[in-house]
């Protein structure tokens, strides 16, 4: 009997099985370059008797300022593009809305190097080196695609950027 009890009591000593898992801990994040704040002012190109498009193709160039600030110094380029409904009879040309009653005009917009800046289409890169404002200067003039009919337009045109 105590060699029963002494068994009983060896076995009782040694490790069962036990069961175990291994779990996997993982983290993630995403870490994203800064921005920029961007500002430009809205852009009157004139006013023109209907007339003046009779004997000229495009109206006298605008110059504006599109200007960031605020920017991360860790930025280096930003791509720029001016998204908007482009004209029916040249898409490198931004419609003018037909309800204030103009007809026959398109807003074309370049840069100082006359590089067009269609309606949805690659714009230009700016190149920050690290300084946190500036300002891109641009053009914008009236052209002749039609007929011209007098009333008033507001063409919207947004900017949009990606950043590098």
């Known amino acids: 009997m105590r060699v029963v009890l002494l068994l009983a009591m060896l076995v009782a000593l040694l490790p069962l099985p036990s069961q175990g898992a291994d779990l996997t801990l993982r983290f ?3 870490f994203q ?3 920029c704040q961007l500002s430009v002012a809205d852009v009157d190109v004139g006013t023109f008797e209907a007339t003046y ?3 000229n193709p495009q109206s006298p160039a605008v110059s504006f300022t599109l200007n960031r600030s605020n920017c991360a110094s860790d930025l280096r ?3 720029v593009r001016m998204a908007g409904t482009a004209d029916d009879s040249d898409p490198r040309y931004f419609a003018v809305p037909a309800d204030g009653g103009v007809h026959g005009l398109a807003v074309w917009l370049y840069t ?3 590089q067009t800046l269609a309606p949805n289409q690659a714009g230009f890169d700016w190149f920050t080196n690290g300084t946190p ?3 891109h200067l641009l053009y914008a003039r009236l052209v002749r695609t039609g007929m011209v009919s007098a009333g008033t337009f507001r063409t919207p ?3 949009q950027v990606t950043y590098n």
């Open 112 to 114: 100082p190097s006359q």
């Open 77 to 79: 380029v930003l791509h």
């Open 53 to 55: 498009f009779a004997a």
């Open 157 to 159: 045109v947004t900017v």
């Open 28 to 30: 993630t994040g995403r």
């Open 133 to 135: 404002a500036a300002g």
């Open 33 to 35: 370059p800064g921005t």
